[in-house]
């Protein structure tokens, strides 16, 4: 099929959603959206979307679904609901869930979507609102290969590292792997900075010499300057950031796995969030090391 007979129905624009709906419109592609609050999908709307009332009309009207939305339990509800994706949606739709979630629960949406002949993929990303913006995230994805093949194209408007991990709820696997990284390493970027003050330094000098070295990284090189700048608003929130983690931690105690950089990180931030810091970007965290 070609893209302009492919209907996407996508469900949560947030600060992800958002860009990823917008490169879809962009790529060429007829787009259905619902989110909570219709005031925040009107960006879209003005661009080209359709608006639905409902997820249901979304499942009912759309061949492919995309998801990204907050929780587990929102996921839950979005999917298994009465007015839900899998109680609506038609056999032969693809539903890919974008949300960073429980692989359990990626296991649970493909068992009973393939029960109503629904090809159901989990996809969570990383690159927060940069990568969402320019169309270069990580997608790391879990399911059906010959679905996955399917759906390959609409992923590459969104992403650039894009590379199916294994059957269901292995995509969610490989993003908590992400955020287990990501969790020590924004702690050791917060240590870096509050390090270099102390000595003297020019912090952002500082940056500039160990981004491209050994120490280099996503947060230190995109985070750090924003840390420096007090620029704290939202590219990825604390309380997602938490309840990823929060999930990442639980899933590594089941397999009996010890993890204390990510315990540590997910101290802190919960300790940031308790301040108030909850609907802050991830790199509020430097605000705990200068207090």
């Given at each position: 099929m070609q893209k302009n007979d492919i209907v996407i129905g996508f469900i949560g624009t947030g600060v992800m959603g958002k860009s990823m709906a917008g490169n879809l419109l962009k790529a060429g592609y007829p787009l259905h959206i619902f989110t909570r609050t219709k005031e925040k999908a009107q960006e879209l709307i003005d661009q080209g979307a359709v608006w639905k009332e409902s997820i249901a009309e979304?499942?009912?009207?759309?061949d492919v679904i995309i998801t990204m939305v907050g929780y587990p339990k929102?996921?839950?509800?979005?999917?298994?609901?009465?007015?839900?994706?899998?109680?609506h949606a038609l056999p032969g739709t693809?539903?890919?869930?974008?949300?960073?979630?429980?692989?359990?629960?990626?296991?649970?949406?493909?068992?009973?979507?393939?029960?109503?002949?629904?090809?159901?993929l989990d996809a969570p990303v990383s690159g927060g609102d940069i990568g969402a913006k320019n169309g270069g995230l990580a997608i790391m994805a879990g399911?059906?290969?010959?679905?996955?093949?399917?759906?390959?194209?609409?992923?590459?408007?969104?992403?650039?590292?894009i590379i199916l991990q294994g059957e269901a709820g292995a995509g969610q696997h490989t993003k908590l792997a992400n955020q287990i990284t990501i969790a020590s390493n924004m702690v050791g970027v917060c240590e870096a900075i509050s390090y270099a003050k102390k000595a003297g330094l020019s912090p952002g000098r500082v940056l500039d010499s160990i981004t491209t070295g050994?120490?280099?990284?996503?947060?230190?090189?995109?985070?750090?300057?924003?840390?420096?700048?007090?620029?704290?608003a939202p590219g990825f929130y604390v309380k997602h950031f938490i309840k990823d983690m929060t999930i990442a931690l639980e899933s590594a105690q089941e397999m009996g796995l010890s993890t204390p950089g990510l315990s540590l990180s997910l101290d802190l931030y919960r300790e940031l969030a308790e301040q108030g810091g909850s609907d802050s970007g991830t790199q509020a965290l430097i605000k705990l090391f200068e207090q």
């Open positions: 979304i499942a009912r009207d759309s929102d996921v839950e509800d979005v999917y298994f609901g009465d007015n839900g994706i899998l109680a693809y539903t890919i869930d974008m949300t960073t979630s429980k692989p359990a629960l990626a296991k649970e949406i493909f068992d009973k979507a393939r029960k109503r002949e629904i090809e159901a399911g059906n290969e010959e679905a996955y093949r399917k759906v390959l194209p609409i992923f590459e408007v969104m992403g650039e590292n050994a120490a280099g990284s996503f947060s230190l090189s995109k985070l750090g300057p924003r840390m420096l700048k007090g620029d704290y």
